[in-house]
């Protein structure tokens, strides 16, 4: 079982910053995979970024240039710096894995974290 514990969320202006962690723990796991979406209210869950093991990224169009997400394999941990922020970013943020459970056989597994509320003010 893997648990994703998210932080950073929070309340900035437009035009700021803030930086997301997540950090994943457990036992009996290898992490391929990790990634950020959002969910604003009214709206489906879309994702942000995300990160291979290998390091190789993709973004959303609406976040280019602004998010940059970086992950530390050896903590099992992905980050998400958020720059020049603006209103319509708000939502709430989650953290996912894409995860092999190392039992026999092996399976893949997707994993969410409880999501952390990112808020834009005009």
């Known amino acids: 079982q893997v648990q994703l514990v998210e932080s950073g969320g929070g309340l900035v202006q437009a035009g700021g910053s803030l930086r997301l962690s997540c950090a994943a723990s457990g036992s009996g796991f290898s992490i391929n995979a990790m990634g950020w979406y959002r969910q604003a209210p009214g709206l489906q869950r879309e994702l942000v970024a995300v990160i291979t093991s290998g390091g190789s990224t993709n973004y959303a169009d609406s976040v280019k240039d602004r998010f940059t997400i970086s992950r530390d394999n050896a903590k099992n941990t992905v980050y998400l710096q958020m720059n020049s922020l603006k209103p319509e970013d708000t939502a709430v943020y989650y953290c996912?894995?894409?995860?092999?459970?190392?039992?026999?056989?092996?399976?893949?597994?997707?994993?969410w974290g409880q999501g952390t509320q990112v808020t834009v003010s005009s």
């Open positions: 996912n894995a894409d995860a092999v459970v190392l039992i026999i056989p092996p399976r893949t597994a997707q994993y």
